[in-house]
């Protein structure tokens, strides 16, 4: 099969189109035809090399943890699932080696569920790694009705999604973008914000001098972390999806991502009511994944990048 591999870590050129085996398949797991492999900033930092110190890497190394296609071929105890199926799924495993990036991929029925009929299969792919997040952390903040949520980087790829979830839940939500993408933030039911040094006035201004948020996410890091824990009520509702370990001496929580099968059944159910709007601001064809990473690295786009493969 036709696949995006590295063969070493580094910049984007590393990221050659091989030919290479079609993946085993196991008893419990389904064989995807993949029709599109959702980009993801993770994906970046495994071509880099950056997450070898925490799950093993294999290398050749087929990059994507995000993925919908059809069914081609089911294990013999998989029950859910046929050949012919829609499905997508977040589908990271305990080794990196057999991403999306691929004609085809090996997945775990348990991480998969039917795809929503109302999304093509390549623009599906770009919801389950970001959508599961976007659920995970507004959770973890206990995110309900009324409260007033921060959130940081609320166009880009989980951001887009949490303004939206957040507002279902009944929560007030304040994001941050650059000016360009205001207008858009309001379309998603979020009162936008500048963000940079000046943002913690910017929010008194908004909320009142002597009111702090209920909850934060932070999908950025650094400043906007640092800036949280003056911003926010108390800190066991700070959340941080990108600096663990700093977020945890602020008294707040890290979140990983996890698999969901039956939340990405909602998510699903959301998109076809028309409820959650998937943003996609790119498309590329699976051989231009390294100009795919490039634009991702920029750290502007607006919702998310995918690849297709069919
Ligand atoms: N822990 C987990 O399980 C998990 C899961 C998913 C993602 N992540 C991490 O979370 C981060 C966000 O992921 P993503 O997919 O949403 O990324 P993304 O789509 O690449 O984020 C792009 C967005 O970031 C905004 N942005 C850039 N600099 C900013 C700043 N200083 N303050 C506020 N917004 C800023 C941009 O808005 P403007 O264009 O308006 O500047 C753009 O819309 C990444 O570091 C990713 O690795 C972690």
Known sequence: ?????????????????????????????????????????VDTKIRQGFLQ?????????????????????????VTQFRAGDKVYGYIRKDHIQDGAYAEQVAADELVLAHAPSSLDLVHAA???????????????????????????AAAGGVGHLAIQLARILGARVIGTASERNHEYLRALGAEPLRYGPELPNELKTLIG??????????????EALEQSLGLVSTP????????????????????????????????????????????????????EAAQA??????????????????
């Open 126 to 152: 770009a919801l389950p790694l970001a959508g599961l997040t976007a659920l995970q952390a507004l959770q973890a903040a206990q995110v309900s009705q009324d409260d007033v949520v921060l959130i940081h």
């Open 293 to 310: 990473h490039r634009v991702l690295e920029e750290g502007h786009t607006r919702g998310k990048i995918v690849l297709k493969v069919r």
């Open 209 to 222: 001098p002597a009111t702090k948020v209920d909850a934060v996410l932070d999908l950025v890091g650094g």
């Open 53 to 77: 110190q925490l799950i093993p890497n294999n290398i050749p190394l087929i990059p994507g943890w995000e993925v919908a296609g059809i069914v081609a071929k089911v294990g013999t105890a």
């Open 236 to 287: 066991g509702r700070l959340v941080s999806i990108v600096d663990g370990t700093r977020v945890r001496e602020l008294g707040g929580i890290h979140v990983f991502v996890r698999h969901g099968a039956e939340q990405l059944s909602w998510l699903g159910e959301l998109i076809d009511k028309g409820e959650l709007k998937l943003e996609v601001q790119h498309v590329f064809p699976l051989e």
């Open 1 to 41: 099969m036709r696949a995006i591999a590295l063969t070493e870590y580094g910049e984007p050129d590393v990221l050659t189109t091989h030919s290479l085996p079609e993946p085993l398949v196991c008893y419990d797991q389904v064989l995807i035809d993949v029709h599109g492999a959702g980009v993801n900033p």
